[in-house]
């Protein structure tokens, strides 16, 4: 009985592999598809690679009528494709909250140093002590503007990109100018003769 099962089990097996795993072939293009549609290229490179490394060499071994390497090559294929786009989705979100907080910290400081330019206006420093502070108002204004465009487009990592070093930029400039006010409020001290 056990020896007609074991001859029945390779059987199916020899049968299962005498055509094309084409439905999993399939299935596992299917699965790249998807990956490539949540954004692997970008976020999954390497598991997206790999899936298509796998898939090719599926097609490879349909070709030399290797059906169970195929078979193997496909299930992998598909595996990798599904790895590849859970990772492009946990990718994507990182992305995107990165992203919105560097646009919450951009946007915070550009409005600070808009605070101090107006302050130092008031207290009357020369407007050429502020030729700086106001060419980064102007350059923070427009990395903002295209971060966000970015943003909405759904690409944060470009988002992210183009305002690395704003802050750092936008709170160099606010010393500047609070160094400036505060030598123009500083009198000198007239000795009394």
Request: with cysteine.
């Amino acid at each position: 009985m056990r020896r007609l099962s074991v001859v029945a089990c390779a059987w199916l097996l020899c049968a299962a592999c005498s055509e094309p795993p084409q439905k999993e072939i399939d299935r596992a293009q299917g699965a790249l598809d998807a990956a490539r549609a949540a954004g692997a290229d970008t976020y999954a490179a390497q598991e997206l690679k790999a899936a298509t490394v796998a898939l090719q060499q599926s097609h490879d071994a349909v070709a030399q009528r290797d059906y169970r390497l195929a078979l193997s090559r496909a299930l992998d294929a598909n595996e990798r494709a599904l790895e590849a786009a859970k990772q492009a989705a946990d990718g994507k979100a990182r992305a995107r909250s990165e992203a919105e907080g560097a646009l919450a910290a951009a946007t915070a400081g550009l409005q600070q140093l808009r605070t101090r330019l107006t302050a130092a206006t008031a207290a009357r420093v020369p407007a050429k002590e502020l030729v700086s502070a106001r060419r980064a108002e102007v350059n923070v204004q427009a990395a903002l503007q295209e971060a966000r465009a970015a943003a909405k487009n759904g690409d944060y990592l470009v988002a992210k990109e183009r305002l690395n070093g704003v802050t750092g930029q936008v709170s160099a400039e606010i010393r500047g100018i609070d160094e400036a006010a505060v030598a123009r409020t500083a009198k000198p001290v007239r000795r009394r003769r």
